[in-house]
Nanobody, 123 residues
Framework: VQLVESGGGLVQFGGSLRLSCEAS????????MGWYRQAPGKERELVAT???????NYADSVKGRFTLSRNNAKNTVYLQMNSLKPEDTAVYYC??????????????????WGQGTQVTVAS
């Protein structure tokens, strides 16, 4: 499974960006998909995720500013980021937890990360 990200870049304080991530490869279902981020010197942290059923989870720091949406037919998630702040500066990584039926009796479940896209918010 491959995750291809796009949409990062440089934006001014208060600006907006939209990230996209498309999953491709062999899978039957994407159980969970979304975004994490990692700022210099910090650990990777959750930004927002959405389950196959549509349940969403957001980090407190982005609630009300970021909106995650999912197009199941295209296996794609979008992260609309508004009112961006310098503290949002980080590498943003797409994440997917997926399943593949390998036999009548069972399936495998695995996860993949995208290569990361840089988001820089200038003050």
């Amino acid at each position: 499974v491959q995750l291809v990200e796009s949409g990062g870049g440089l934006v001014q304080f208060g600006g907006s960006l939209r990230l996209s991530c498309e999953a491709s490869g062999r899978f039957d279902k994407i159980n969970l998909m979304g975004w994490y981020r990692q700022a210099p010197g910090k650990e990777r942290e959750l930004v927002a995720t959405v389950t196959s059923g549509g349940a969403q989870n957001y980090a407190d720091s982005v609630k009300g500013r970021f909106t995650l949406s999912r197009n199941n037919a295209k296996n794609t998630v979008y992260l609309q980021m508004n009112s961006l702040k310098p503290e949002d500066t980080a590498v943003y990584y797409c994440y997917a937890d997926w399943s593949l039926q390998v036999s009548i009796e069972g399936s495998i479940r695995n996860e993949n990360w995208g290569q990361g896209t840089q988001v820089t918010v200038a003050s």
